[in-house]
C-alpha cells in the first residue's frame, strides 16, 4: 500500500519545507534544523532548541510520512488533496501524529513567551514510519551527536478524547512479532499427491495459535493472564465513565458483526 514513487515524487520534501516554514515564523530562540539523509535513505529531521536555563536534555519525537497511500479514494479526495467538507477534513496528511511538531514547537513558543525555563529540546522527525520504520536505527545512530543522550522521550503520536485537557497515552495494545515455521515433509510435494498424506503444516499452525487464545471469543488463555495495575484500573474506569459506550461505537462494524467482550 506504499506509494511506488514515494522517494522521487517530492511529497517528503514538500512536507519537511511546509513544516520548517511554519517553524520559521514561530521566531523560536536558539533553535536549529540539521537533516541526515545517507545515499538510498529517507530523510530525518532534526530541530533542536537550545535550553534557556535548565539542564535536562528532552527527545520529542513525531512523523511527516502520511501512508499508506490507500488508493483509489472517493470522487474529489485523495491521499494528498486537502478537501473541507462539513465539519471534516479528508486528506491523509490531516491526522495521525500530523500534530507533532506544531504542538511541541507552539509550546517551546509558549514558553519562552512567559519566560519560563524550558530544556534542551530535540525534536525528531522521521518520514517512514507508515512504512516499517527500516531505516530510523541507523539515521538514529548518524544523528545521535546531535540528539545527545534524552533524560526523557515523548513520542507524539497518539491521540485525544477531547480538547478540553491534555492527554498522556499510558498504555497501548500488546504486541508480539514472532517468526514462526512448520515443517512436515522433506521438501516441497505437488498438493494433489500429497493431500491427506503429509500433515498439513496451516493446520498446526492453527493449533499452536489456539495454545495461546480462543479462536471464538479472542480471550488470552488463563495462564497467560496477568494482574492489571490498580492506576491502570483506575484510569480505565475514568475514561470509561467519560466516554460511555462511545468507546467503542465510533468503530462501525459489518453487519452481523459484534463488539468484543
Known sequence: MVDDTYLTNGNVEKAIAHVDEYVKQLD??????????????????????????????????GHLDKQPWMEPWAEGLGPITPVIRGDYLYGRGGADDGYAVFTCMLAIKNL????????????????????????LLTLLDLAKGLIGKPDFLFCMDSGAFDYKSM??????????????????????????LTGGIVPETFRVIRELLSRIDDAKTGRVHDEF???????????????????????????????????MD
Not at 536558539?30 to 532548541?49: A, C, H, N
Not at 492527554?167 to 510435494?189: E, F, H, M, P, Q
Not at 467503542?248 to 453487519?255: A, D, N, S, V
Open 28 to 61: 523560536i530562540k536558539g533553535i536549529s534544523r540539521q537533516i541526515f539523509q545517507p545515499e538510498g535513505s529517507v530523510p530525518l529531521v532534526v530541530y533542536v532548541v537550545e535550553s534557556n536555563g535548565s539542564e535536562t536534555n528532552l527527545m520529542l519525537y
Open 112 to 135: 519562552q513567551q512567559q519566560g519560563v525555563k524550558h530544556p534542551r529540546c530535540v525534536m525528531v522527525l522521521e518520514t517512514e514510519e507508515e512504512s516499517g520504520s527500516a531505516n
Open 167 to 192: 492527554w498522556l497515552t499510558s498504555s497501548l495494545r500488546g504486541v508480539c512479532n514472532i517468526d514462526i515455521t512448520v515443517a512436515a515433509a522433506k521438501g516441497g510435494y505437488h498438493s494433489g
Open 225 to 259: 493472564q496477568v494482574e492489571i495495575p490498580e492506576w491502570a484500573l483506575k484510569e480505565a474506569q475514568v475514561l470509561a465513565e467519560l466516554a460511555g459506550s462511545e468507546l467503542y461505537t465510533q468503530f462501525p462494524m459489518e453487519e452481523g458483526v459484534t463488539y
